[in-house]
């Protein structure tokens, strides 16, 4: 058995064969896994309930676990990857019909969507009817947006990883106006129940987006407690993993992990292959090889020209509030531009006098929606009938809304993202583009919304989501 077990590209797997041996492998440990009961932790349906219970299982400290819009995101998601991989690796042992050596050497594969247009396509064996025995392909599964499995790419801006790869520090406490950091805000056990947290940056783009545009509307992979039953749920997040390494593979000295012990000794539950309950802290997952894994390539994507990088950390000063929206604005698939004031707080007018500018953030607040409509929605600044990704601020996507919205749970306050968009009003403000009085935010989807079926059908395709607020923080 290798010391190392090497997490491939499954693009890069596939290339020749959508049955390569790794890929294989996995169908079959997936259908083993499916066919043990849903009180057997080591069972697919346990396994998806840990992320998240469906109605009717009652949570305990295994189940309803999954960290989110916090500096547990990625540790957290980092454990349940490794303990999950460490169930396929015994299932398969037992399964003489999986060649050897993938047998020996399995590993998680990750779905690397940001390396051109091809790679945004789903893998091709999670889109084949049957196995090459001619059997049920477990890969499959009907319920994700139809454009995904049909095989067209996900859209560019969804899946790049190059803007929130260039955010520093991992962490920030949680303040009004900021984004979060890489990794997620400073936050004890979080469940996504907490008032107005927004997600780190790798966690809103590209995880929240490839989310929502595979599973599309009502798809598994739009909702928490559905999304690990998609098997390329799995992939995904071991692309989200792989690029955790990528920021602090930079080598950057602001690109590196919380030492804080309120996060590195932190603890949580989860069972071994076995089915035996195991306590993980993030300390112990720091390194890949502490869990005796590594990644094939660690290459950072080529970054978008548009930004210049930012290399240090806010200040820790609170944000001052310049201007916020005065109506909701609600989603339905169009695009979308609203205006307004902005007034001037002291930091503008230190920056007009010439002293040099710190940070600029555009907060988007309250979106609150039954469900996630599956869509991705690019936002930009100014009015722009074509949106242009000159403009582009980041991404609003809508993974875990129906958590949020739920009035019966404590703090059902609805999602929120906030960007830093300094550079890009700098860059408005040579073309003599900006103005400081009144600001005008577009929000547009990604791609166009799927033609709505007629009648009772069509609201349930086409659920809408409303935004309460959208400010802009100056700091
Ligand atoms: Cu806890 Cu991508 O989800």
Redesign the pocket.
């Known amino acids: 058995m290798a010391d190392v077990l090497i997490r491939h590209d499954i693009w890069r797997l596939e290339q020749d064969d959508p049955w390569d041996d790794v890929t294989l492998a996995y169908a079959l440990a997936i259908r083993e896994m499916q066919s043990r009961p849903a009180d057997d932790p080591t069972s697919w349906e346990y396994q998806a309930a840990v992320?998240a219970v469906p109605d009717g299982v009652t949570p305990d400290k295994f189940r309803d676990q999954?960290q989110?819009n916090s500096w547990f995101f990625l540790p957290w998601?980092r454990m349940y990857l490794y303990w999950f991989e460490q169930m396929i690796r015994s299932t398969l042992a037992g399964m003489t019909e999986v060649d050897i050596t993938a047998r020996d050497t399995w590993a998680l594969p990750y779905w690397n969507y940001d390396r051109g247009e091809d790679s945004r396509r789903l893998p091709a064996a999670f889109r084949e009817d049957k196995l090459p025995d001619g059997s049920v392909n477990p890969l499959l599964v009907a319920k994700r947006a139809d454009y995904v499995n049909a095989g067209e790419p996900l859209p560019a801006l969804a899946t790049s990883a190059s803007n929130s790869l260039r955010v520093v520090p991992f962490s920030l406490p949680i303040g009004p106006g900021r984004p979060a950091g890489f990794g997620g805000f400073v936050t004890r056990w979080h469940h996504f129940d907490e008032l107005t947290t927004t997600p780190g940056a790798l966690e809103g783009t590209p995880?929240n987006d490839v989310?929502g545009e595979v599973g599309g509307s009502g798809g598994f992979m739009s909702a928490?407690a559905t999304?690990p039953l998609d098997p390329i749920?799995w992939l995904?997040?071991c692309n989200i993993d792989r690029l955790w390494e990528v920021w602090r593979a930079e080598g950057d000295p602001n690109h590196t992990n919380p030492t804080e012990s309120g996060w590195t000794n932190f603890s949580f539950d989860f069972h071994n292959a076995n089915g035996d309950a195991v306590v993980h802290h993030p300390a112990q997952v720091v390194e890949t090889t502490q869990l005796g894994y590594q990644y094939d390539d660690l290459t950072v994507p080529t970054p978008p020209r548009r930004r210049a990088p930012m290399t240090t950390p806010p200040s820790r000063e609170l944000p001052e509030l310049a201007g916020a929206s005065d109506a909701q604005v609600e989603l339905r698939g169009q695009a979308q531009a609203v205006t307004f004031a902005l007034a001037q707080p002291a930091e503008l007018r230190r920056r007009e006098a010439g002293e040099p500018p710190s940070r600029v953030y555009l907060n988007v607040e309250n979106i609150e929606g039954e469900r996630n409509p599956g869509l991705t929605y690019g936002v930009y600044l100014g009015t722009i009938d074509e949106p242009d990704d000159t403009y582009h601020v980041g991404n609003v996507s809508f993974?875990g809304i129906e958590r949020v919205s739920d009035v019966t749970r404590e703090g059902g306050h609805g999602l929120r993202y906030a960007f830093e968009i300094t550079e890009l009003i700098d860059r408005l403000q040579d073309e003599g583009r900006w103005d400081p009085d009144r600001v005008t935010v577009t929000f547009a989807p990604l791609r166009p919304p799927s033609p709505a079926p007629q009648g009772r059908e069509a609201a349930e395709a086409q659920p809408g989501v409303t935004i309460g607020r959208i400010s802009v923080f100056y700091e």
């Open positions: 992320h999954c989110h998601h995880h989310h928490f999304a749920f995904h997040h993974f």
